[in-house]
Antibody
Framework: EVQLVESGGVLVQPGGSLRLSCAAS????????MNWVRQAQGKGLEWVSY????????YYSESAKGRFTISRDNAKNSVFLQMNSLRAEDTAVYYC????????????WGQGTLVTVSS | QSALTQEASVSGTVGQKVTLSCVGN????????VGWYQQISHGGPQTVML??SLPSGIPDRFSGSKSGTTASLTISGLQPEDEAVYYC???????????FGGGTKLTVL
């Protein structure tokens, strides 16, 4: 059974940093591209970042570019999102999502981890 | 404003057929497969359509199609448990970003 379990979401002050983790199981992680998607309360889904199989290519949304860094460790079946210079508007539930291999659309999602940026 | 355009809300009665649409352009829907995701209140998203393929475990009353730059998700024989917000998404090769629609709230009357 495919499982994606996010962790690392906490309350952080504006300007602070946070590292989210997503632990994958139930499939050959090293063969799949991965993504981070977020959702602010009461809002829609917003794609954040993508990482290829061998950590390349990497893409970011405009809101994440220059502040967030996606990475993966295939030996640990994990993908990470390092978030720096956090702003109030980064407050959201962050989901890890597996790329299906079809045009980058997602086939499995984690349950999400809540990041709150507030003083 | 979302890159893909969806109806804000759609409603139907139990047993009815409903179709949700997702409008894009030639750089996204026009040249890429589209994913559809169901989000029931306070839950995480679940994939209900991968292009025109049904993921394992999703009832076959769900079907997907595409014509030009518009993708559609059809639910035949609407059930109360289908009430949710549905999002469409795909890759935009011009922007090199993944794009989502704003979501359609489906109400089962």
């Amino acid at each position: 059974e495919v499982q994606l379990v996010e962790s690392g979401g906490v309350l952080v002050q504006p300007g602070g940093s946070l590292r989210l983790s997503c632990a994958a199981s139930g499939f050959m992680f090293s063969s799949y591209r991965m993504n981070w998607v977020r959702q602010a309360q009461g809002k829609g889904l917003e794609w954040v970042s993508y990482i290829g199989i061998g950590s390349s290519p990497i893409y970011y949304s405009e809101s994440a570019k220059g502040r967030f860094t996606i990475s993966r460790d295939n030996a640990k079946n994990s993908v990470f999102l390092q978030m720096n210079s956090l702003r109030a508007e980064d407050t959201a539930v962050y989901y890890c999502a597996r790329d299906s291999g079809k045009s980058g659309i997602f086939d499995f999602w984690g349950q999400g981890t809540l990041v709150t940026v507030s003083s | 404003q979302s890159a893909l355009t969806q109806e804000a809300s759609v409603s139907g009665t139990v047993g009815q057929k409903v179709t949700l649409s997702c409008v894009g352009n030639s750089n996204n829907i026009g040249s890429q497969a589209v994913g559809w995701y169901q989000q029931i209140s306070h839950g995480g998203p679940q994939t209900v359509m991968l292009g025109n393929s049904l993921p394992s475990g999703i009832p076959d009353r769900f079907s997907g199609s595409k014509s030009g730059t518009t993708a559609s998700l059809t639910i035949s024989g609407l059930q109360p448990e289908d009430e949710a917000v549905y999002y469409c998404s795909t890759w935009d090769h011009s922007l090199s970003t993944h794009v989502f629609g704003g979501g359609t709230k489906l109400t089962v009357l």
